[in-house]
DNA sequence: TCTCACATGTAACTAGTTACATGATTGC
DNA sequence: GCAATCATGTAACTAGTTACATGTGAGA
């Protein structure tokens, strides 16, 4: 049985419930959208890891009722939740297990089919562009209804703000590697058949 | 039980062998080096995994006896084995369950001390300045070692190369964000104590 | 004498995933 | 009638971590 030690998805839920009140749902919801970018989970990781920290006494719940819904639970953080935050946000952070399991793929592309290759790493930089245009997106609506807070350290959305423009960069760079790739397979495939018209494959059968 | 799929660790272990045989020892040096940057596992994953590649006839290993040194497994890849690792390469990939503790904490950097914030951001560029400068090293000396090899997309080294300058794009960004965000403290705070000498903190006790 | 590199594993646990389970209301 | 949204969870499993376990030879 864990004892003490608060898991990375309990902070993450600290982090939305020290911006405001929320249930259970609400909180499954804001893990998917902004928190999933950059911590991940399910509700059925969501509900017990709840149960756990008011266990802890970091966070509690009251049920509200509604007309013509379910009944929910609204948490809110404690002064001691609080505290605990607080004291994990500038503690050390182990530095990332990266996995990256399309590095992983790229690693042994070697081996693939030239065409496949590069349809397979087109179609990767396409995903990644969507993501950045939806951080892109994300960005001008933040920096439309938040303004200056933006620049505020001390703001909750400074703080989200942040975490997005570190997104954007991700997905730019991103971007941009899979481009880098691309154009080496595509100047391979030139010297390879110099000068001469693409060869249109014909479809057997 | 496990029947049939094979988790992206065993996909690693393959894409190792099929570039030369390899100990179990071995393997687990490379995947701290170079592998480790994209995707990481300790010894006591390792070892029952290659059993399990094994059992289902994708690894095959020969006891190699040593002069004063204790025997050792030498683990190749087979048909069937470099046959399932080209299927996958070029298969779906799960967008990253992005998971970066780091990007968690920033989430709620805004309840922390302005001066620790500062002092955990700057720690966390400086660690990444330093890994970007072992990948500079590692360009470096790939570049002089296997040189045109690096542009040839069926070379191996080719592959290693393309993780490589993701990681190295991976780590500016990183580092630029850290510069970028220090910025807005640094600006923040000369913006509440105004055009006056820098307040120099007497040391108590 | 002690630590490092070589060499191979097992046991016990925790974190995280997938699938299962329920039930009301609103809109197509 | 069917799917989506609101609302809460549990059960069974797999992946991954931490700690344990053993032994040789080389060099400081």
Chains 1, 2 share one sequence.
Do not use: N
């Not at 209804?145 to 991103?174: I, K, M, N, Q, W």
């Amino acid at each position: 049985m864990r004892r003490c030690a608060v898991i990375p998805l309990g902070y993450a839920l600290l982090g939305l419930l020290a911006r405001a009140p929320r249930s259970g749902y609400d909180l499954i919801r804001l893990m998917e959208r902004p928190v999933g970018f950059f911590w991940h989970a399910r509700r059925s990781q969501i509900y017990p890891e709840l149960a756990r920290l008011e266990a802890e006494g970091l966070v509690v719940h009251e049920v509200v009722a509604q007309h013509q819904r379910p009944d929910k639970k609204v948490y809110s953080i404690t002064e001691t939740g609080l505290r605990a935050l607080r004291a994990w946000v500038v503690g050390p952070v182990h530095m990332p297990a990266d996995r990256d399991e399309f590095m992983l793929k790229v690693f042994s592309i070697w081996l693939a089919d030239r065409e496949q290759a590069l349809a397979f790493i087109r179609d990767y930089e396409a995903q990644h562009a969507e993501r950045l245009a939806l951080y892109e997106r994300e960005r001008r609506e933040m920096e439309s209804t938040h303004g200056e807070a933006l620049r505020d350290v001390t703001s909750p959305s400074f703080a989200s703000f942040a975490t997005l423009l570190r997104g954007l960069e991700y997905e730019r760079g991103y971007v941009a590697w899979c481009r880098q790739i691309a154009a080496l397979y595509a100047k391979d495939a030139s010297e390879t058949r110099p000068a001469s018209a693409p060869s249109v494959p014909t479809q057997p059968g």
